[in-house]
C-alpha cells in the first residue's frame, strides 16, 4: 500500500492545527484540523488559490452568521435561509471552493447560540491557523522530474518501435504487430499532460516548462504517426522507393531522443524527394493511387521532422543510449 504525500501532510497538519489552536484557548480548536484537512492541494498554485478562496468565503460566513443568526435567530430555518443566499454570493465572488470551510465556522457560530466579539476574533484566528497550516505545509512539493523524464523514456521507446514496425511492414509486410504502443502513447501522453499541469502549478514565477513543450511537441508529432499508418499500409514492397522509405524509418527508429538535429533527417529526406519525382510516371491506376500514397507519406514524414527541427533547444538530458543502437549520427 502506497501512501501519497498528500496523505503524510494531512497526517502532519492535522494534529498541528488542533494543538496550535489549543494552545491558544480556542473554542471549537478541532475546527483547525478540518480547515487543514480541506486546503491540502496537489500544487502550489491551487494551494494559494484555494488558501484565498476558502479564507475569503469563511469571512463573508462569519458576516451571514452575525446577519442571519442575530435577526432572525439561531434555527435550522435560519441556516437554511443564509445557505440559500451564501452560496450564489460565494459564486458571485468566485470562492466557491471555500463553501465547505465557511460551513465549519457557521456551524461554530451556530452552536454558541450568541455572536460576540471575542468569538467572531476567536473564530478568525481559529481560520488563520487551519489555512495557514495547511498552506504553510503546501509550500513543500515533491519533484516530479523523476515521473517525467521516465513517461518522456517510455514515450520515445513507442515512438522508436512504431517506427521500427513502420519499416518492417513497408519492407516485409509483416503484420504480426499488435499496434499496443499506439494505444500506449497516447496513455503516456495524456499522464505526462497531467504532471507537467501540475509541475507548472508548482513554480509560481516561472511560466516557461521544458517538459511542456517536450511533450507538446510529440502529441503533434505522435499525431503524424497515426495518419502515417493507413498509408504505409498501401505501399508496395516491391517498389524502389518504397524500400527506401523503410530504410528511413528504420533510421528514424533508432533515432528518437530529446537532442535536435533533424535537419540532417530533412535533407536526406528532399534526396527522396526528388529521386521520387524522376521515377517513371504511373501506367495504371493502382500505380497512380500507390504514388499518391507515397506522395502523402513523405509530406506527413516532413511535417514530422519540421515539428523536431523547430522545438527549441531544451535542458532536458538525452536518455541512455541503447548498446544495441548507434545514435551517433541522426537524431529524430
Known sequence: MKIGYRTIKTAIGTPVSITLAQFFGL???????ILTI????????????????RFLACVLAMIFS???????????????????????????FKVTPGVASSSVVTLNLYSSSSITGPLLADQLLLITIG???????????????????????KLEEN????????SLYIRDKDSSWKGEEITNTEDILA????????DRENHLLRSDHTYYDYFQMRKRQFELLKKMLPLVTHLPNTDYISNRIADFFEKLSTSVHPGNTAILFLEELRQLRRDFHEEDLPTNREEFETRSNLFQLLHEIEEYLIIKNKFKKTDIP???????????????
Open 27 to 33: 473554542t471549537n480548536f478541532v475546527s483547525a484540523g
Open 159 to 166: 515512438f522508436s518501435r512504431i517506427l521500427y514496425e513502420y
Open 318 to 332: 538525452p536518455r541512455k543510449l541503447r548498446k544495441e543502437k548507434n545514435r551517433e549520427n541522426s537524431w529524430s
Open 131 to 153: 489555512i495557514g497550516t495547511g498552506l504553510l505545509l503546501n509550500l513543500y512539493m515533491p519533484s516530479l522530474d523523476k515521473m517525467l523524464k521516465s513517461n518522456q523514456e
Open 66 to 92: 452575525f446577519v442571519f443568526f442575530e435577526v432572525i435567530g439561531y434555527t435550522p430555518f435560519s441556516i437554511f435561509i443564509m445557505i440559500l443566499l451564501f452560496i450564489p454570493v460565494t459564486v458571485f
Open 38 to 53: 480541506l486546503c491540502i492541494q496537489p500544487s502550489r498554485k491551487r494551494s494559494l488559490m484555494s488558501a484565498w478562496q
Open 191 to 198: 499522464k505526462a499532460n497531467t504532471l507537467v499541469q501540475r
